[in-house]
């Protein structure tokens, strides 16, 4: 990220959340907020940039995706909630919405966002301007994944170690160094109570095809181009077991195909989905 300024990417994901829910047929994750919260110049702008590659393959695989690994986190959030977990943090939460439209409310769900200052200043300035609430149920925690101790910062916004808690870690890792990456999940793994943490990955992009290939080296050029590179790529075979080294007993990987399967049902962009993978790591 570009010091003092919010995560770019952050809103061109919020953005491409709005368009799935105006664009794409079948819709797989609705988020009543997402149109809103992007309100005004800014998001206008960009809407109109999406609208305009709306028919690309790239693009439409690019949407799917997002849309399904938000739908994936909060399908796994509802199993947390239904055997008792009560506390959510979003990590690296950007312009996500969960929260505001409160799917867990009568439950007594809380949610901690995590964010870096910059990008939650901005985000709360989004809120205030489009005229969303911000419940009782939400604190805000201002974390740099690159040198603060998520522990910590948890600890000292009210949250419990040993309280069961759910981590949604999406969009991030790809941008941050191995290091900063493995640092945060064995920190999650090292809770003593019930935890399970949901994320998104890239992977080695060796092995996509020549279409994918483009479709990856545009993408990667744009992110850079707005400061934030992608700095991490795992194989799934050893994530899987540096996961499990942590202490996380249940795995599940899921790779763009996999989710076309599980919300579409045949063939979808999600098939060109290239490197992007979700990840659910759970120890009761």
Request: hydrophobic share 45%; glycine share 10%.
């Amino acid at each position: 990220m570009i010091e003092g300024q919010p995560s770019a990417t952050a809103l061109r994901t919020a953005m491409r959340r709005a368009a799935h829910q105006l664009l794409d047929e079948p819709l797989v994750f609705e988020d009543a907020l997402a149109l809103t919260i992007i309100g005004g110049d800014r998001g206008s702008a960009i809407a109109r940039d999406e609208l305009s590659r709306s028919d690309s393959p790239g693009g439409s695989a690019l949407r799917y995706f997002l849309a399904a690994r938000s739908r994936y986190a909060e399908e796994r959030l509802k199993l947390a909630v239904q055997r008792g977990v009560r506390t959510a943090v979003v990590l690296g939460a950007g312009l996500d919405t969960l929260a505001y439209r409160s799917p867990f409310a009568a439950e007594g769900l809380v949610v901690y966002e995590v964010d870096h200052p910059a990008t939650q200043a901005w985000k709360r300035q989004r809120l205030a301007a489009t005229g969303i609430a911000i419940p009782d149920s939400v604190t805000f925690v201002p974390v740099d994944f690159s040198v603060d101790r998520l522990d910590e910062k948890l600890a000292a916004a009210g949250l419990e170690p040993s309280a069961p808690a759910f981590f949604s870690w999406l969009g991030v890792v790809p941008y941050l160094r191995e290091e900063a990456v493995m640092s945060t999940l064995g920190l999650i793994a090292a809770r003593p109570g019930e935890v399970e943490v949901v994320f998104d990955y890239a992977e080695p992009p060796g092995g996509l095809s020549r279409l994918q290939r483009l479709a990856f080296e545009t993408l990667a050029g744009r992110v850079a181009s707005l400061g934030e590179p992608f700095l991490s790529f795992f194989r799934p075979d050893a994530l899987n077991a540096r996961l499990r080294a942590m202490g996380f007993t249940e795995i599940e990987m899921l790779a763009g195909p996999d989710l076309g399967r599980r919300y579409v049902g045949g063939a979808s962009p999600l098939d060109r989905a290239g490197i992007g993978h979700l990840v659910s790591a759970w120890r009761g």
